[in-house]
T-cell receptor, first 114, second 110 residues
Framework: EAQVTQNPRYLITVTGKKLTVTCSQN?????MSWYRQDPGLGLRQIYY???????DKGDVPEGYKVSRKEKRNFPLILESPSPNQTSLYFC?????????????FGSGTRLTVV | QKEVEQDPGPLSVPEGAIVSLNCTYS??????FMWYRQYSRKGPELLMY????GNKEDGRFTAQVDKSSKYISLFIRDSQPSDSATYLC??????????FGDGTTLTVKP
C-alpha cells in the first residue's frame, strides 16, 4: 500500500528537549514536505525537499531542521522546542514538484511542548 | 489578504443533499487545483485534481474551475454521513508550492 508513515503519532515534551519526528514514504517520490496545521492558520509549509541532499525553507522554517540522506526518509528535527511549536504536523510526498498533482500525507504527529 | 480564501463553514446538511464547497483565489498564475478531504485525526487525502479551467467528475464528486472568476468549487451529490469531514482546497503554479485554504468542515446528518 502506498503510504507516508510518520512517528510518533502523539508526543508531549518539555521546552528545550531536542526531538525528531520521523517520516518515510514507499512511493519513490522525489518531493517531500513538512507542514504544520493550526486552527485559523491552515496548513503552512515548514521545509521541503526536491531530492536527496536538496532541501529548502518553506513559509515557517524558524526553529526547525530537516535532512534528506535517503530518498524515502525526511525527518523533522526540533533542536530546542518551544511552546509555540505545539501543533499538528504532517509529512507529505508527491510525484510532482511542490504537490502538483496532489500530495500523499501521513497521519500526523500531534506535538505538545510544555 | 490570503491568496486562497475558502468558505469557512461549518456546513451541516441532511443526508442526500447536494453540497457545494467553494474557494476563491487572487493569484492568476495558479494552474493546478486540488481538493483534499481530511477526517478527524487523519491526514488530508487527495480527492480531486484538475488542471486549468473546466469540470471533472468522479462518482458523486464534481470539481469545477473558473479561472476567469478565480473561483473553484467541489460539488458532492447524494451526500452521505461518511462524507462528514473537513475539505481543503489547494492550488499551485507550475513551479510553485501548493497553497491551501483553511478548510470547510462538513457534517452530513442521517
Amino acid at each position: 500500500e502506498a503510504q507516508v508513515t510518520q512517528n510518533p503519532r502523539y508526543l508531549i515534551t518539555v521546552t528545550g528537549k531536542k526531538l525528531t519526528v520521523t517520516c518515510s514514504q514507499n512511493m519513490n517520490h522525489e518531493y517531500m514536505s513538512w507542514y504544520r496545521q493550526d486552527p485559523g492558520l491552515g496548513l503552512r509549509q515548514i521545509y521541503y525537499s526536491m531530492n536527496v541532499e536538496v532541501t529548502d525553507k518553506g513559509d515557517v522554517p524558524e526553529g526547525y531542521k530537516v535532512s534528506r540522506k535517503e530518498k524515502r526518509n525526511f525527518p523533522l528535527i526540533l533542536e530546542s522546542p518551544s511552546p509555540n511549536q505545539t501543533s499538528l504536523y504532517f509529512c507529505a510526498s508527491s510525484l510532482g514538484r511542490q504537490g502538483v498533482g496532489g500530495y500523499t500525507f501521513g497521519s500526523g504527529t500531534r506535538l505538545t511542548v510544555v | 489578504q490570503k491568496e486562497v480564501e475558502q468558505d469557512p463553514g461549518p456546513l451541516s446538511v441532511p443526508e442526500g443533499a447536494i453540497v457545494s464547497l467553494n474557494c476563491t483565489y487572487s493569484n492568476s498564475a495558479f494552474q493546478y487545483f486540488m481538493w483534499y478531504r481530511q477526517y478527524s485525526r487523519k491526514g488530508p487525502e487527495l480527492l480531486m485534481y484538475t488542471y486549468s479551467s473546466g469540470n471533472k467528475e468522479d462518482g458523486r464528486f464534481t470539481a469545477q474551475v473558473d479561472k476567469s472568476s478565480k473561483y473553484i468549487s467541489l460539488f458532492i451529490r447524494d451526500s452521505q454521513p461518511s462524507d462528514s469531514a473537513t475539505y481543503l482546497c489547494a492550488m499551485s503554479r507550475t513551479q510553485g508550492k501548493s497553497t491551501f485554504g483553511d478548510g470547510t468542515t462538513l457534517t452530513v446528518k442521517p
